[in-house]
């Protein structure tokens, strides 16, 4: 606190303060997590698709002459 009241030179209860307008606000601005729902991931499909995509990358390195392993 002391670090910053010296470098914007203001005093703490205006970064107090701040940091309370900034915290109630940010639902406004971020909306609230409640009640959201995520789809549900199928993790053996995804690594199946970030190993496919791997396999792919290391065929084209080395087709180019890369080797940054």
Do not use: C
């Not at 470098?7 to 205006?14: G, I, K, L, R, Y």
């Not at 970064?15 to 940010?26: C, F, T, Y």
């Amino acid at each position: 606190m002391a670090r910053l009241t010296q470098e914007f030179d203001v005093h703490q209860n205006q970064i107090v303060d701040r940091k309370k307008q900034s915290s109630e606000q940010a639902v406004e601005v971020f909306g609230k997590a409640d009640g959201i729902q995520l789809a549900p991931v199928d993790l053996p499909v995804q690594h199946g698709k970030i190993g496919q995509q791997t396999l792919q990358n290391d065929f084209l390195l080395a087709l180019i002459g890369w080797s940054g392993r």
